[in-house]
């Protein structure tokens, strides 16, 4: 296997990186020789679990720094970023890899239950807006390597209407125009930005979509593979775009699904 990143003292930053897409990356970018950082929330109780996943990245002889914080809090991401600028020394960190999962499912027509303009307001800024927060801090702090990859993970309800998904649908069309500004404005500094698209993956995330069995299965009947995206598939293209052959892709939404948006 090549380990290019072995030796380089550059990092990767993984927001939501405890599970799914984002534990896969995380992973995956270990095997190559990035040191990692998860910046993830979860409970005591998943924490068993979780901390298992920790100790097989670590396994991988590289450096490794977690923190379960609110990652949405301006104050919680003071003291992130101030703990990275002990915890790398001389890093730099070589990509930011945004996979928050945090919003609300709600149908738009039931009147108790049903979606309000708060519940736009909490999901756009916890899968959109969150991304410039941290882009701009990192930057602020000068932490960012001079070739960062700043990658994160869409949806096909980028603009298909899914049923419950409208807020979430939203804070993707958000996502990928501020992905595209970032690629604009930050380009003179050395910073690429992209979203990756993946197809239906099995993941919490997933599993929280009224009738995801649905979306499983019609996902498999329309991909050429006949099969679902794994977070395995997604990962490996996340550790493609990191790679200096990548460094010309910029401000792209790129499917990752083995071609399942043909049909």
């Known amino acids: 296997m090549n380990k290019e990143f072995v030796n380089t003292n550059q990092w990767a930053l993984i927001l939501g ?3 799914g897409l984002g534990l896969a990356t995380a992973k995956k970018l270990a095997m190559h020789g990035l040191n990692i950082i998860v910046v993830h929330r979860n409970r005591k109780s998943e924490m068993n679990q979780i901390n298992s996943d920790f100790e097989d990245i670590k396994a991988l002889d590289i450096n490794f720094l977690s923190y379960n914080v609110d990652l949405l809090k301006p104050e919680k991401r003071e003291e992130v970023v101030s703990e990275l600028k002990k915890g790398i020394g001389q890093g730099q960190i070589k990509t930011l890899i945004h996979s928050i999962a945090k919003g609300n499912l709600k149908p738009m027509v039931e ?3 049903g979606l ?3 519940d736009f307001h909490l999901t756009i800024d916890a899968m959109a807006i969150s991304l410039y927060d941290w882009v701009k801090r990192i ?4 932490l960012f390597a001079e070739d960062t990859r700043i990658i994160s993970f869409t949806s096909e309800g980028n603009t298909k209407a899914w049923k419950n998904y409208a807020a979430v649908s939203a804070a993707k069309v958000a996502l990928e125009a501020i992905t ?33 069995e649905n979306i499983i299965e019609h996902s498999i009947q329309r991909n050429p593979f006949n099969r679902i995206t794994t977070p395995e598939d997604v990962a490996n293209a996340v550790y493609l775009f990191c790679k200096k052959e990548a460094s010309w892709i910029n401000g792209c ?6 071609g399942e948006h043909l049909n």
Not at 139 to 142: G, L, N, S, V, Y
Not at 183 to 206: H, K, M
Not at 253 to 258: D, K, M, Y
């Open 17 to 19: 990186g405890s599970t």
């Open 111 to 113: 009147t108790n239950s």
């Open 116 to 118: 309000k303009n708060n």
């Open 139 to 142: 930057f602020e702090a000068k």
């Open 180 to 212: 595209r500004s970032i690629a604009l404005e930050f380009a003179p500094y050395g910073i690429r930005a992209n979203c990756l698209q993946p197809g239906a993956v099995d993941t919490q995330s997933l599993r929280m979509i009224p009738g995801y």
């Open 253 to 258: 939404v790129i499917p990752v699904n083995g």
